[in-house]
């Protein structure tokens, strides 16, 4: 069972719930939806709202679901389902089940769709996309090391509407 809270009183660590334990950002409803798993992106504020930063490739099945949804989610898992979560970052939508083979449980709530087993998930409204470019970085090595194919993110920024915590 899920509990509102406000985004105010999140005390968490998102660098190491994003960068060590990973996320799952799922898009689409309850006729169909994708989750990936994401390593990269941050939570702040931006235009006087909490928001997510998200980075999606363009190859990645998942973007297609964000382009077409209003909302995303991510959702936040105990350190219990990290294989989980690899294999959900490491195989497409495109050509398997990722809930069948993971065992996770979809929530479907309108237009949103989480995680039961997630600890924690907030859910986003997309209000900014820009995709990333060589142009744009300063720092020119970072293109060798992330973006050799070409194959650039796509940042979209949400703004946190809703923030559930398992309760």
């Known amino acids: ?3 509102k809270i406000d985004a105010s009183t999140l005390n968490e660590n998102f660098f190491a719930k994003i960068g060590n334990e990973w996320m799952l950002v799922t ?12 390593s990269w992106g941050g939570i702040g504020v931006l ?12 190859s990645r099945y998942t973007m297609e679901f964000m ?3 209003e909302y995303y989610t991510l959702s936040f898992f105990d350190g219990k389902f990290m294989k989980e979560l690899a294999f959900c970052g490491t195989n497409s939508g ?8 993971t065992g996770l449980t979809p929530v479907h709530d309108g237009n ?6 997630a600890e924690l998930v907030l859910v986003c409204k997309k209000v900014y996309k820009q995709k990333m470019t060589s142009e744009c970085f300063i720092d020119k090595s970072i293109i060798d090391k992330s973006y050799s194919t070409k194959d650039w993110h796509e940042m979209f920024v949400g703004k946190i509407v809703s923030v559930l915590k398992k309760a």
């Open 94 to 101: 495109r050509d398997v089940d990722k809930i069948a083979a």
């Open 27 to 38: 898009a689409g409803d309850e006729n169909k939806f994708n989750t990936m798993t994401a």
């Open 47 to 58: 235009w006087n709202m909490d928001v997510t930063f998200t980075f999606i490739r363009d």
């Open 1 to 3: 069972m899920f509990t």
């Open 67 to 69: 382009d077409n949804s």
């Open 112 to 117: 949103i769709t989480y995680f039961e087993q």
